[in-house]
């Protein structure tokens, strides 16, 4: 090849680059989806701080019942329960009532008819065994309000 022939750097000029991409998108559609995703996440966070405030009754009581003893704990959960249900509903409750509305009300929990009966007669009992205690936090994680 003759070197005479091909062109010199200095007669090459740059490469002519495209223009950069734009950040916003072309049309309004994009926008709009933009708008319609922020507010899904707007609301799906909303409807996520009701949630952790409205159970804030439980973290407290799954915190209270890490130290507590048999007649603590019983006390305990009758507060969570006036906690989430109307006080004329809860607080006459005693004996083989409380029991069944223990079961009833969290049937998630999966309490049986044996340990409600010990939980409801925890406040008379001089010790409470691990598996009592495990069943109270069952029932405070899992009771259903609407029940």
């Known amino acids: 090849m003759n070197p005479d022939a091909m062109p010199s ?3 090459m000029h740059g490469l002519i680059e495209p223009p950069p991409v734009a950040f916003w998108p072309a049309t ?3 926008l709009v989806l933009l708008l319609l ?3 899904l996440l707007g609301w799906l966070a909303l409807r996520a701080w009701r949630a952790w405030r409205r159970d ?12 507590a003893g048999p007649a603590e704990i019983a006390a305990l959960l009758k507060r969570t329960a006036l906690a989430a249900w109307p006080r004329e509903r809860v607080a006459a409750l005693s ?3 409380w ?5 009833r009300s969290a049937p998630r929990a ?4 044996a340990m409600a009966e010990r939980l409801a007669g925890l406040a008379y009992a001089p010790a ?7 069943a109270a936090a069952q029932w405070i994680r899992r009771h259903d309000p609407r029940a």
Do not use: I, K, S, T
């Open 128 to 134: 409470a065994p691990p598996e009592v205690r495990a």
């Open 95 to 97: 004996g083989a009532d």
């Open 28 to 30: 309004p559609a994009w």
């Open 56 to 67: 804030a009754y439980r973290r407290d009581a799954l915190r209270a019942l890490a130290g």
């Open 110 to 113: 999966a309490l049986g008819a």
């Open 99 to 103: 029991a069944a509305f223990l079961r």
């Open 37 to 39: 995703v922020l507010a």
């Open 9 to 11: 750097r200095a007669a």
